[in-house]
């Protein structure tokens, strides 16, 4: 599977964007989603997930109400909206495709995209 997110920018805190993940090779609506995300000097956390079929899914604390998780499997993409930036959510943003439930470890995930950077300003 190939995996190429686009989308990121640069936002005033407050404002919005929408990340796409486009899937190339393999099912993908086979494959479980992630978003993950990773700022300058820290370790890759675990952001959102959506299981194949995007009857469940899961944020975490800090994204709660402000980010939402999402994909259409006939067009091979999965999304993240992101309402309400702030400051800290600055990072470079990747999505990540597995074959079982998702899960928030970075080592679980078997194919990985290139990343797309956020920059929100405060």
């Known amino acids: 599977v190939q995996l190429v997110e686009s989308g990121g920018g640069l936002v005033q805190a407050g404002g919005s964007l929408r990340l796409s993940c486009a899937a190339s090779g393999r099912t993908f609506s086979s494959f479980s989603m992630a978003w993950f995300r990773q700022a300058p000097g820290k370790e890759r956390e675990f952001v959102a997930g959506i299981n194949w079929s995007g009857t469940s899914t899961y944020n975490v604390n800090s994204v709660k109400g402000r980010f939402t998780i999402s994909r259409d499997n006939a067009k091979n993409t999965v999304y993240l909206r992101m309402n309400s930036l702030k400051p800290e959510d600055t990072a470079v943003y990747y999505c990540?495709?597995?074959?079982?439930?998702?899960?928030?470890?970075?080592?679980?995930?078997?194919?990985w995209g290139q990343g797309t950077q956020v920059t929100v300003s405060s």
């Open positions: 990540a495709a597995r074959g079982g439930f998702y899960s928030s470890s970075v080592d679980r995930y078997d194919y």
